[in-house]
């Protein structure tokens, strides 16, 4: 049931197209939380979003090579 609700799709604008995202949802323990938003802050991400979309990202890459 969680999952249905927290599944959806959105377009979002990029800058050079237009991409299919897909939300989830994730639990994390509070501490793990705020010592990402902190990490967020200090490198300038604006939100939670943009800052967990670039560390899956560079995961990905990392495992990859």
Do not use: F, W
């Not at 939300?23 to 604006?46: F, Q, R």
């Amino acid at each position: 049931v969680l999952y249905d609700i927290c599944k959806k799709y959105c377009i979002k604008k990029n800058k050079r197209r237009m991409r299919k995202m897909e939300k989830i949802c994730v639990t994390l323990p509070p501490e793990l939380v705020n010592e990402l938003d902190a990490i967020l802050k200090e490198n300038g991400y604006h939100s939670r979003t943009n800052g967990i979309q670039k560390a899956i990202e560079d995961y990905i890459y990392k495992l990859k090579s």
